[in-house]
Each structure stands twice: as structure tokens, then as C-alpha cells.
């Protein structure tokens, strides 16, 4: 749970708006955070947590490790 919580504390450093995330087949998705907004740091350090960037039409932050129970 503490991980979760460090990415999307992460996230909201760059976005903080309503429903920024999606989960569909096992995938959690942040939606409303480019790659290019988020630094290098903080990009390594998502990556450590369980996030990629993901280049497909979804085009957003993707981690299958929070996607399901």
C-alpha cells in the first residue's frame, strides 16, 4: 500500500485534478500525467514503484502490479 501511495503522491506533484486513473484487465492507468512532464527522478523512482510509460494509444502511466487483487 505505501508504494502505491509514494507513486501517486508522485503523480499529484504534477497533476492534482478529479479521477486521474483508470484500471481496466489488471492494469492501473494514470491518465492525466505526460511522460514529459515527469523528471528523470521521479521517472526512475516510478519505475522502482511499478509504473511504466506506456507508448500505445493509450499513451499514459500504466503498472500491472496495482491492477488487481
Given at each position: 500500500m505505501n508504494d502505491l501511495i509514494e507513486a501517486l503522491s508522485i503523480f499529484a506533484k504534477y497533476k492534482n485534478t478529479y479521477a486521474p486513473t483508470h484500471c481496466e484487465h489488471?492494469?492501473?492507468y494514470i491518465?492525466?500525467?505526460?511522460?514529459?512532464?515527469?523528471?528523470?527522478e521521479d521517472q526512475a523512482r516510478l519505475d522502482q514503484l511499478g509504473f511504466f510509460?506506456?507508448?500505445g494509444?493509450?499513451?499514459?502511466?500504466?503498472?500491472?502490479?496495482?491492477?488487481?487483487?
Open positions: 489488471d492494469v492501473l491518465m492525466k500525467v505526460t511522460k514529459e512532464e515527469v523528471s528523470a510509460w506506456g507508448e494509444p493509450e499513451g499514459c502511466w500504466q503498472s500491472f502490479r496495482y491492477g488487481s487483487a
